[in-house]
């Protein structure tokens, strides 16, 4: 067992499957003689006959073999396949299609499109036009006109362009370029265990979620929109984060139904994309974060990313942690941090009674 591995920790994200730590080690198994993810779905064995590798080459020098349902020495493999399809999609004037970018990785389209979906908490349809946004913000920032900004944002049609920035920005393209002037944000501070939230939205959906804050950060914020106090519109929306923090049975209802408007860099919003698809309990690295989001190499933009995020719960950067296991930074204090990973863990998965 290499010296590195915490083998406390290592169990515990054994026992609840967390793809988070796959391709960090490898589980081997006694009994069986075969090694395999931490995600592994088949049974949990008894806890002595059960040993950890750094990867799967050490297991075998141990005398293991890889377990043919989860095929832990394909993790590397997966990943790299990842990086080079999004690094195809940033690159490309035209977004390639999911025949094209599977064949260059090598799967077949189907089993690719899951895949890159539960790297990057996108489909890799969703991952391209995250990047026409991203172009067409940046062009509305450089240009002096829509017109001009249509043309060096490479869209094939205004209307294309718009769709993007509309899409993806919240507020059409003019509002963009006047700083936001005009949106009309509405505010409430709720009361949970964990302090005051502030929870504020536009009409696209939330803007902003922290605690500890009142309506003098948001004039900081967003200095050219009407901020308004809520008269009582946003009790349902509000109860919805609320359930974020306090677990209850609202805990969970689908992303459609909490809308987000965000806007942020198309690397840092494809990282709150993937920290939105980490479910309830688990935890990822910021390395992990950062190939997810299609630049391995961009670790501590990651981390920045997560210090950005600013919607927390609904983005739940919480769940994000440092390469050697320990929980890192958080914006609104660690305790609250552990506070919320012990309640996700032992708050049972929504299936649970169906399953039962």
Request: with cysteine; glycine share 8%; proline share 6%.
């Amino acid at each position: 067992m290499t010296d590195a591995i915490q083998p406390d920790l290592a169990w515990e994200a054994f026992l609840r499957r967390d793809r988070g730590w796959d391709g960090r080690l490898v589980v081997a198994v006694a009994t069986t003689g075969i090694y395999c993810r931490p995600s592994c779905p088949a049974r949990r064995p008894a806890r002595a006959h059960v040993s950890f590798f750094g990867d799967g080459e050490a297991a075998q020098t141990a005398g293991f073999r890889a377990c043919l349902r989860c095929r832990p020495d394909e993790v590397q493999r997966d990943t790299a396949a990842v990086t080079v399809a999004a690094a195809l999609i940033e690159a490309a004037d035209q977004p390639p299609s999911l025949a094209a970018l599977a064949a260059e990785a090598g799967y077949a389209p189907h089993h690719f499109h899951r895949l890159f979906k539960r790297a990057t908490g996108l489909t890799p349809a969703a991952y391209a036009r995250a990047m026409r946004a991203r172009r067409a913000a940046a062009a509305l920032s450089d240009e002096t006109s829509v017109t001009d900004a249509i043309y060096a944002a490479g869209s094939a049609a205004p209307s294309r362009f718009y769709a993007d920035a509309a899409g993806r920005l919240g507020m059409a393209p003019s509002a963009w370029m006047r700083g936001g002037d005009g949106v009309t944000i509405r505010w409430t501070v709720a009361a949970t265990s964990l302090g005051p939230l502030l929870i504020a939205a536009t009409a696209k959906g939330l803007c902003r979620v922290s605690f500890d804050e009142d309506v003098t950060s948001l004039h900081a914020r967003f200095p050219r929109a009407d901020i308004r106090e809520d008269m009582g519109d946003m009790a349902t929306l509000a109860g919805r984060v609320v359930a974020h923090v306090e677990q209850s049975s609202e805990n969970g209802v689908p992303r459609a139904e909490v809308p987000l408007d965000l806007r942020g860099t198309a690397f840092q919003e494809t990282v709150w994309a993937a920290l939105r698809a980490i479910p309830p309990g688990e935890t990822r690295s910021y390395a992990e974060l950062a190939a997810a989001a299609g630049n391995p190499g961009a670790v501590r933009a990651a981390g920045s990313a997560c210090g950005a995020n600013p919607v927390a719960l609904v983005v739940p950067c919480h769940r994000a942690r440092r390469s050697d296991g320990s929980l890192g930074g958080y914006a609104w204090g660690l305790e609250r941090k552990r506070a919320l990973l012990d309640r996700e863990r032992r708050q049972p998965p929504p299936d649970a009674d169906r399953q039962s």
